[in-house]
């Protein structure tokens, strides 16, 4: 038998099985994986594409944004006035502005490719100067720390002045770093800034030396126009000289503040301590504040911290002139409410002590956003509102250098519409550590003033000349505690009858008197035999500064300030009654009789008799002090200033209720005779008559009819006869309405 | 201390193959007391099949996760693949564990459970790293998963990943023991032992002039910054596709962000976009973007790449040995935005690694959608969500 060719053995045929299977396994992993790589590579590609779309548009932005920025900076360099250079690390130029072609010939291009720095500046600064600025340049670099120093140079003639800022820099995304250099020119500055030195020192030495100057004249002119109201009869004259003694008041304040302040600009002002005594200076200041205040219905609240030490080493003229300055703001700015005036203290007993200054008010405030000009000076604040507010608006200017002279500082809070409270703090050396004590309680107005009880003259022999029965109460009131019974006349031509007939210590005359004035009076009392001896004080109400020369000068021995303020009086029959007099007791019988007047011609009203007793007063000490207390309580409620009022009557309860029935009293006399006068148009009597009505209502704290007639006053001496008719009504409205008021509280 | 060994094959079809060329390279490397197995794997490797086959050979616990490329120390960058990291100690113990099926409303007590268990398990000892690989679920961030362990107050280092697949983003997974899940996160708690460093490079080469502040924003969601919404900041920068799902356009363009965590500190993080709603003007990211946070636009080149990559291994370089270890365990995540980035480039981070450590330095990676690395160390470290990182744990 034949090999059969072709036929695959069973064994053969199953290798050769597994083998196919094999390889087909093997093909289909093979295929597996392609597949899956080419699904890969697709995926991949279209990842790529979105990313490189992407990438296209972010690279489109970042291109735009930095051609914005090139621009950008390249605008920077070419305007810039400043001469900026950028240097890397070694100092070799990046870029500059385009001012460096205006001062060398160096291109903006080279400096772009880079040119070392000094080689740059070698063209433009002088060689000492350059070596400065790469030392500096040298020293940032190193120290990372910028530098900023003047630089003095040289271009040609010309000397330019440059403050030059070197600031380290440094990218660290670039990988860039170095300096960037900038120049500003100062020289233009600095030339005006010393022309401007030399002008404010030339201004302020020439108002340092105008001082004599200008003051002499202003002196003159007040004091002359004082003369022509004191002695001329023509009346028109007299209201022209009221008007320039006012404008001359107000120049001479002005000038005042003006020469100080040029004073402390120009450094001249002194600081001169001394010691002083604290009680004194706030009882100065608060008198001041208090007589400006009597236009107002404002009330003055004085705390003075009791324990604060009594006498202190300062500069009392200079802090008074604060204190002033700032209540006389409070004054100026506040229309209702009241203005307290705080002073309060800081020692620990050795050192200096701290005053703490504050004056609040209740005044119209000042605007948040004004809060920072007030203390410039020549500013005044809401000019719009405040136009008809006097002022030179240097008041704090001073105010607040002075405190800082002081080692203070002067600040200032406020709310518009509702107030300020100004405050500084200020160091004195204390002297006496005794307390100053405690003022006053609720101390409202002003001191009250202790008698020194010590001092008894009950021999004296006192005449008081004044036409107003009231201001002749008052004199004798405050006489009353030395035991001194004075005379007493209204007129001038009843005071020489009285003096023909006694010899007297001392004679109060009274200034402003009609028919025969208080200096024509004493005149004619100097012509008598031993007159040129006799002892004539000055009664004004012009109580302004200088004014005490003229009067001596005038031939009085002294003067006294209306209101009469008890302490001066007490200090002027200390003066003037140096010994008692070993006389037998006048003729007057020192109880009641004060209350009764000599004769007068027909102009003063009577008083009646009688009820000045009722009730109240009983004679035994202290034996009506409660009911008097509740009556000046129930008077204080219906808006009498009663502490003014005690002021003048030296806290003496009886006598003030007294004269305030005296005052309900005259209502009805005087009332009909200012109507009298108004009707038939005398107004020179009317002004005398309600001169007088200012002068009793505001001494027994009738501040609101002292006002009114003051404004009446001013008009009628004027002559202004309009605003007469328009408010004499209104005055005797009010007049009525206040004394029936009154009268009915004394009656309860 | 750790010891650990790093094999890997090609073969992803014929798993028997696999895991004998697998065996074949662990060759005479001995577990410890305590091991477990960490497995980087391309997308379509059959981990059912691969599991048993692994746990005969080796029992025990296995935690795994897809990946779009891999990368080891001796191989260098593979893009499909199987590598296993087999990390054991006698000094160091661990604890595997997987919350699944998460979504927004319960991830956080899932998370909270299997740290708990674990932490039970592990107990006396404390946990002192915390490794994991998660499937991002829907509405939740990688954030979310930081918050969740940094809630225990612990001050424990978290590493670990996002899985990643091939881009197409529906075949990733995570797998632990014989689980698997997709929206899911697998932990390894380790103790003991164990003195963990970490190190995070961004490779920014630098920024648009784009720079905002988010006014608004929820979680990953941004809607406005500045006064406008974040489409209109895109598109007045001329920097906008009109797609929604815009995954893969800004992949080299990241946003880089400055978020102030918990304990003050602020830290600088990625963020890749994904998508964006025309209809109310907002931008989706993988990571949370908290209101008040910077959001700026940076890009990425090849050679800044290079640069910082080498800077980190001459890091890395400074670390072998240094705490007197003589066998060192490395594992290093990448971005899959990265990968994608460097293109034709793309072998230049594995490179970097491949074949020049010591060979007592085992070093197993993958690239991600989502890279979980401290910043900063000890009582300073913050955990932080990054993309666009290139980050290693350094055992």
Redesign the interface.
Known sequence: MEENKGIIEPAAQDAGVVDVEKELKELR?KQ??LE??N??LQ??M???K??N???A??Q???K???QR?IFYNTQLLKVSPYLVLMVDEKLKTVMASDVLTQMTDVSLDAVRDGMQLDEVLSKVLEESVLNSLLEKCHSVLENRVSDTFMLNNYFGEEERIYKVDINFYSSP?EGASGLCILFTDMTEVIEAKERAERADKAKSNFLANMSHEIRTPMNAINGMSEFILRDSTDEEAKKNAAMIKSAAKSLISIINDILDFSKIESGKMEIINDTYSLSSLVNDVATMIRIRLQEKKVGLVVNLDPDTPSRLYGDEVRIKQVMINILNNSVKFTNEGQITFNIKHEWDGKGDCCLHVSISDTGIGIKKEELGKIFESFTQVDTKRNRSIEGTGLGLAISRRLVTMMGGELKVESVYGEGSTFSFDIYNKVIDAEPVGVLADNYDVKLVHEVDKSFRRPNARILVVDDNDMNLKVAAGLMKPYGIVPDLATSGPESLELVKNKTYDLIFMDHMMPKMDGVETMHRMRDMKGGSEWKIIALTANAISGMAAKYVEEGFNGYLAKPIDPASMELVLKRELTEEKNEEILEFDPEGEVLEFGPDEGDAPEFEQGDSDRGETDGKPGGVKKGNDELIALLEEIGINTGAGLMHAAGDKDFYLEIVRDYVKAFKERSSQLQEYYESGNMSDYSILVHALKSNSNTLGIEDIGAKAKDLEFASKDNDTAFVDHHHGELIDAYRNRTEEIRKVLEE | MIKSKVVFTEEIDDLETAVEELCEQVGDFTLQKNSVGIIFMDEDTEYGELYPMLKEKWDIPFVACTALALLTGDEGLKKSGISLMLMSADDCNFAVGMAEDLSIDDYSWKIKDVYSQSEKQLAPEEIKLVLTMGGKAPGMVGDDVIDVIDSFGKNIPIYGLFASDAFNFSKYRVFCNERSGQNAQAFVFVSGNVNPRFLQVKSISGKANFSYEVTKSNENQVFRLGNGTFVEALEKANMISQKNNVIADYIMTPFITTIKKPSGRVVESMRNLTFLNFVNGSGMFLGGIPEGASLEVGYINSEQVQKTIDEAFETICGWIGEDGSTDHTMLVISCAARYMSLGKNVTIEAETFKKKLPGNVSVMGMYSYGEFCPIGEGAEMDNTFHNSTFTVLFL
């Open positions: 992993l597996k994986k899956r790589e699904r890969r995926i991949e279209d990842t790529i979105d990313m779309e992407q990438i548009r972010t489109g932005f970042m735009k944004e930095n920025q995304v």
